[in-house]
């Protein structure tokens, strides 16, 4: 994994890519499926809504970190599987072959397998509402993978892979932020 | 427009594409471009992270009222035309030609161009974040449109379009809500 620039990691998950987070929760590494993002800013800092009804959720406000992990197409299954199993039974990472590579700053893995990973400190917890807010303290992308196209959950079981990019930078000039 | 039924509004949003926000404060409409948008649960809830810079914040908190809008790859110079020009001296319905259609519970219009429509009422502000909690109160699609593929905005001045799409209904079956 290559270390790409904190001002830049919004732009992982601004495109709205179904994504994994992974956790650890002093006894093992977990990982769990979330299409529910958003971003924040362009410092790094993310919204997800999850709820105890997810395994990961002890994990993410017991250690107050995560990484948030961005597959691509050809992870569909994997992406899909480790959403329908729950880490209270299952070790994922062992049984979808998930690479766990250390982190800089959290003890949570990077996904080696992903196209990116962005290491995540708990910021704020929003009740009743289950959104937790995340402050990206390093992210990582995979520069020499060929497979780049991101998947889009729909919610009915179907997903959206990118297709074509379309460029209007000319447009938004003023628009953009610093460094992106 | 064609009504739709509101469990199955968070599919619009659940893949991230960028969105027209439409409001009315009472002296006109207006409508910005938003790509910081979460869904929140199956119950047409939604997040969208936003604050007083953009001119639309007055009119979204004071009438606490918005409309959603869904825009399709053929708008793409509508959306980044909408997003870099402010409602503060511009009339942007006027300037693009968009179409303002009479919401059934809000004041703030459906947006006629657009693939889907949500109406909304503000239910939360979660500050100091800028997160608006919306609560869908009606959604409406077009039915007869056959551009459907819509946008996922970079951030870096590109645009993804939404290219195949993979089933993996079986294997979510379990985890699927009703309705959808």
Redesign the interface.
Known sequence: MDSLELE?A??LL????AVLVATHDDRRANVMTI????????SARF???TGPWNHSWSAITGTRECVIAVPT?DL??TL??V??CSGRDTDKFERFGLTALPARHVRAPLVGECLANVECRVE?I?EP???V?LQGVAAWIDGARRER?T??????????????????????????PPG?
Chains 1, 2 share one sequence.
Not at 35 to 42: K, S
Not at 156 to 162: A, I, L, P, R, S
């Open positions: 830049r919004f732009t601004e495109p709205g890519p299409t529910w993002t958003m971003v924040m800013d362009f919204a997800i809504t197409v569909i299954d899909v599987g959403g329908t704020d929003l509402y289950g959104i807010v196209r998947l889009h959950a729909v919610g009915d079981g179907t997903f959206v892979v990118d297709g074509e990019r379309l460029d209007r930078r000319e447009m938004m000039r003023a628009k953009l992106v």
